[in-house]
């Protein structure tokens, strides 16, 4: 079927639909295959449950994240059909062997390996094995034609581009006030509870006599997770805590501290002033960052290469 819309760009904007008791069907048309809104719904099925919880008491906001989504969801079929008849025009048949084995792969991903159960499944959501056989390849060939457009651009992140993002980014790279902390924590049994403040006495006075903290620590604190000393900020700290923390130097200990639910010890191995974090410490969080944004730009740049060559209309 020729298409009687001129060549469009997804980015352009709406094409006036052909025919009019169609439009409420079919989402897009590009080169000879329909996209309908039913597989645009189904697509983003999975998101828009997400929304629907998350935003269920804001109507407004739910009903601009479903259009979004909806969007959102039909471009990517767009590109996938895209993606799908370059395959078909530039490069030789998938043979059916590899076919087979990409789909006995997601056989035992989804269903272990069970062929009956996975032919059931499919029958109850409406769907033929040669259908499902026929999205296993062509995700298979979306997926390697995406790998190979990312690795043909030849990607580098020079140390010139990490330095020079870092320089322009100092604000994502700050951090505030941190301390080096070990803590006992004793876990109250009820409100009224002298029992844990009176053991949380006792081994401060242990702590006075010379004790190790961090033995005492591994025998009595109740809260495995906040065992041994790492950077925090002392933002993350409840009011009390960071009070406490406020008034130690590195290497001294707190008395008790006492919350309606717990009783703590502190022992404050080290702090240092909000700063922001060296080139060192992010250099590889940066190289990914940029890494990722430039396989993007390679991928957006290809897409818009297959738009401008292709037949699609938009409804």
Avoid at 47 to 67: C, F, G, I, M, T
Avoid at 108 to 127: M, N
Avoid at 157 to 180: A, C, M, T
Wanted: one cysteine or more.
């Amino acid at each position: 079927m020729k298409l009687l819309c001129a060549i469009a760009i997804l980015s352009a904007g709406f094409c006036v639909p052909l025919r009019a008791d169609l439009a409420d069907g079919i989402s897009a048309v590009v080169y000879n295959n329909v996209i309908t809104v039913q597989e645009v719904n189904d697509f983003t099925m999975p998101a828009v449950e997400v929304l629907r919880e998350e935003y269920q008491d804001q109507p407004d906001v739910l009903e601009q994240k479903l259009n979004d989504t909806f969007k959102d969801g039909l471009k990517t079929l767009i590109e996938n059909q895209l993606i799908l008849h370059e395959f078909d025009t530039k490069y030789n048949a998938l043979p059916d062997k590899i076919i087979d084995q990409v789909v006995d792969d997601r056989i035992k991903e989804r269903f272990d390996g069970d062929r009956i159960t996975c032919i059931k499944t499919l029958q109850a959501e409406g769907k033929t094995f040669e259908e499902f056989r026929q999205e296993v390849r062509d995700q298979y060939i979306i997926s390697a034609l995406r790998e190979k457009n990312i690795s043909d651009a030849k990607i580098i992140i020079s140390p010139y581009k990490v330095e020079n993002y870092y320089l322009l980014h100092q604000n994502d790279f700050k951090v505030g006030d941190q301390v080096k902390l070990r803590m006992i924590v004793l876990t109250k049994t009820g409100s009224d509870d002298p029992s844990t403040h009176n053991m949380a006495n006792e081994i401060l006075g242990e702590l006075k006599k010379g004790a190790s903290f961090a033995q005492l620590e591994s025998v009595y604190s109740q809260d495995k997770q906040q065992q041994g000393s790492d950077w925090i900020e002392t933002s993350v700290l409840r009011q009390e805590l960071a009070d406490a923390v406020s008034t130690l130097k590195p290497g001294q200990n707190s008395g008790v501290i006492e919350t309606p639910d717990n009783c703590y010890i502190l022992h404050l191995d080290d702090k240092r002033p909000a700063h922001v974090k060296p080139l060192a410490d992010v250099h590889l969080t940066i190289e990914a960052t940029l890494r990722t944004q430039a396989q993007q730009d390679a991928q957006q740049r290809w897409i818009e290469s297959l738009q401008k060559k292709a037949y699609f209309q938009i409804f």
